[in-house]
């Protein structure tokens, strides 16, 4: 389903470069790690698991208005990615029978947390907590503090019924608070990493409470995990090559709004798989054509350690026609009735001539639509990619110590240890 071309190479690498990178023994490393539990999830989601995470889903529809996903990193980013990408990035204002959807835990800012309760008000609400180790430290400050409203709220019943838990299924506090109290608890599967958890439990409850077809997001997932293997090998071996030969920082860049926090989750997927031991691409996202008005500037000729992967989609979900009529006193009567789709793909062909001309090489992933299956096609793709790729820098993909150092530090200043 994700296609991959690498024209926008030449000239800059040869394509031998790209072909002598062993990515394919990088790939067979994988299903060997204890950590890969990930690469087999499109395979395994079945009915019950579906009924599952649907079921509960209805659960929150019918008690509540708005739904509090509090969690960070891997927890959070692929259900927000994933209800951008497959309805809207303006989800909470449009029109609908779902909750509205917000995210807490995911920064330690007061002000923020002050405006997630205000946004709520008086509507009814449901908290998913997530958190793979149970004890990051931002998602348990907003825990205590949601965990107590509804307490307030809806009493020692209602914070029963209205509080759901996503964690490991072993030795998470989470888990054993979960167990104790007697909230729902749904287990991500073992071995499976935050950053490659988007395709259980974690990204997919959210997603069904938003009304997204999950089934169709597993479905998009399996293609790719069954024909796409190629194509990942070779996004990952191009990214390595240009690595090589001086181009440090990768720019994913997408025409689509609706894309931006799929660029988010693509930045924590590969900045933490790959950024290690002194070495790794870094992984940076422009959202086109706004970021042309701030960051274009420096893309197209400031230093030049930097290549592009552009993502772009086959069909339109939605197209306006330009107006036309004597109104307009500007210089674009020519694109009169013209569809902005076709301006948006002729953008992305402007900037791939000037960025290449600029000397910046471009990689080009083409997806069919804006959907729930291409959705699942592009995490898929994206986190087998990924793997190979770091495994053939030499790092290990599915370890983050570097998370941790912050983390120390912040125990330390505010005297938890
Ligand atoms: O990829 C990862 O494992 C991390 O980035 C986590 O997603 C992030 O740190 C949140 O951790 P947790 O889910 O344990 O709260």
Known sequence: MISVDINGINGFIDEGEVRRIDSQAAYDKIAALNESGWIGLPGEYDAALSAQIRDMAARICGQSAALVVIGIGGSYLGARAAIEYIISPNYN???????????????????YL???????????????????????????IALRF??????????????????????????????????????????MPPRVG?????????????CAVAGIDIDAVMAGALEEMESGVDNARLYAATRQALYRNGKKIEML???????????????????????????GIFPAFADYTADLHSLGQYIQEGE???????????????????????????????????????????????VKKAHIDGGVPIIELS???????????????????????????????????????YKKNLYAILGLV
């Open 194 to 206: 935050g950053r490659y958890s988007v395709l259980t439990v974690v990204g997919l409850l959210p």
């Open 114 to 140: 002050q405006q997630v309760i205000a946004l709520i008000g008086d509507r009814d609400y449901s908290v998913n907590v997530v958190s793979k180790s149970g004890s990051t430290i931002e998602t348990s």
């Open 367 to 405: 997806v069919p639509r804006l959907s729930a299956a291409s959705f699942g096609a592009l995490v898929y793709f994206f986190e087998r990619s990924c793997a190979i790729s770091a495994l053939v820098s030499g790092v290990n993909p599915f370890g983050q110590p570097g998370v941790e150092a």
């Open 146 to 187: 949601f965990k107590a409203m509804l307490l307030d709220r809806y009493g020692a019943d209602g914070l029963k019924e209205r509080l759901y838990v996503t964690t490991d299924s072993s030795g998470s506090p989470l888990r054993e608070m979960a167990a104790r109290e007697g909230y729902a608890c749904l287990e």
């Open 253 to 279: 860049a997408c025409f689509e709004p609706a894309f931006r926090y799929t660029g988010e989750w693509w930045k924590q997927l590969f900045g933490e798989s790959e950024g290690k031991e002194g070495i």
């Open 93 to 111: 204002a449009l029109p609908k029978g779902t909750p509205d959807i917000y995210f807490a835990g995911n920064n330690a800012s007061g002000e």
């Open 304 to 350: 030049r350690t930097l290549f592009e992967t552009f993502v772009s989609f086959g069909e339109p979900r939605a197209d306006m026609a330009i107006p036309g009529g004597s109104l307009h006193d500007d210089k674009i009567s020519a694109l009169a009735g013209m569809g902005m789709h076709e301006v948006n793909k002729s953008a992305s062909e402007a």
